[in-house]
């Protein structure tokens, strides 16, 4: 991620400081009913997810299936799906996964033959992963930002996959479907 993007991002997520890592794996898996980063054998596509509207600024959460590409290759890790829990932010442009994420599907360190490897470009490198079933090149988190413990999903998943996206209601829910 290059300055201007690096500032615009952390722009858009100025006012994410409520939500806290314990809310990931406590607090948003208890309300979707899934373990935060836990494997599943389940199907991983699904047509129509439901997630939650959480607290007074009515952050829309959603948990969804997050599974490393044949491209990436890790001695650690898992191949399994696992259950990511994202924000969906509609004014992201991107994609992104924390670490926390990112080394259960094995991926803490990424090195490309012939780059130096510093923190900078490790961010900035593109990830394929699926999500949904759906191929897309997910950004890592940026590290040295108050929301790098948050997963978000960002306007290029929606592009990609073709979901339709409800945020609303007199009593709010969130859901996406796809075609």
Not at 151 to 162: A, E, H, K, M, W
């Amino acid at each position: 991620m290059d300055v201007g993007e690096a500032a615009l991002f952390q722009s858009i997520c100025a006012d994410f400081e409520d939500i806290m890592p314990d809310d990931l794996h406590a607090t948003f898996s208890a309300l979707l009913g899934t373990e935060y980063l836990q494997e599943t054998k389940l199907p991983f596509c699904y047509r129509h997810v439901r997630g939650i509207v959480w607290g007074a600024s009515l952050r829309p959460i959603i948990s969804l299936h997050v599974q490393i590409t044949d491209s990436i290759l890790t001695l650690s890790g898992t191949r399994q799906p696992i259950h990511v829990h994202f924000l969906y932010l509609a004014a992201s442009p991107q994609t992104y996964l924390s670490d926390e994420a990112l080394r259960v599907l094995g991926i803490e360190d990424v090195v490309i033959v012939g780059e130096t490897n510093d923190a900078s470009t490790a961010e900035s490198i593109p990830l394929p992963l699926k999500i949904n079933g759906c191929t897309l090149l997910v950004a890592r988190s940026p590290s040295g930002s108050h929301f790098s413990h948050l997963n978000i999903l960002g306007q290029d998943f929606v592009r990609s996959t073709g979901a339709s996206i409800f945020f609303g209601g007199e009593i709010p829910r969130f859901e996406i479907s796809f075609p």
